[in-house]
């Protein structure tokens, strides 16, 4: 996730604070004596609002660390994300989706039951993040499931434009009712 001197620094960075808040407590320790508790109660000295103060700064900085990578490893003008949704199920049991942008596998995914089941009630999974340099681009999603007389293999084929700004593409997967079978589809989301 992080290069090696990225890691050294946050290491340092968490080893100081930790030494830190070490020292505090000492002296915090030395200014007001606690009455030992018995050896036989397993009681936890209360955190120390200090303590607590220093975890949720580690908390923020962790966040801001990860939205910074996100940023420098996907920058806005080369970025293309695509996210994978499902309506219904009840004509198709999703099993792998393979993803591949001008004929190169980005993503490829197995389905257990959880995630099928988060699909069916609403939830997205982002299937892949990278960078694609500006112009066409062919994009191609390949699905694989089980339906009540037969099994799918279906694939479903888009051309973008991929333009300074970042493409967001959504592969949808939505029963039709007239046709009494799913239908493959990939949306091209404009970004505001």
């Known amino acids: 996730m992080f290069n090696a001197p990225v890691k050294l620094a946050l290491l340092g960075l968490l080893f ?3 030494a830190n808040a070490k020292g505090e407590s000492a002296d915090l320790q030395k200014e007001s004596p606690v009455v030992a508790a018995p050896r036989e109660s397993v009681q936890q000295a209360p955190v120390t609002p200090q303590v607590e103060a220093l975890k949720e700064s580690v908390l923020t900085l ?3 660390l990860l939205i910074l990578e ?4 996907y920058p806005p003008s080369n970025q293309v994300a695509v996210y994978l949704s499902m309506d219904l199920g009840q004509f198709f049991n999703l099993d792998a989706v393979k993803v591949e942008i001008d004929s190169k596998l980005v993503a490829s995914e197995l389905y257990t039951d959880k995630q099928i089941n988060a699909l069916f009630r609403g939830g997205v999974q982002r299937l892949f993040v990278g960078n694609l340099k500006a112009g066409e681009h062919e994009v191609s999603a390949f699905f694989t499931g089980r ?9 479903a084929k888009l051309v973008v434009s991929k333009t300074q700004s970042p493409l967001v593409l959504e592969l949808k997967i939505v029963d039709s ?8 589809d990939i949306k091209e989301w404009k970004a505001e």
């Open 16 to 18: 100081l604070l930790c």
């Open 70 to 73: 996100e940023e420098l490893l």
């Open 62 to 64: 962790n966040r801001d």
């Open 147 to 155: 339906g009540p007389q037969q099994d799918y293999k279906r694939g």
């Open 177 to 184: 009712s007239v046709q009494l079978q799913p239908t493959f």
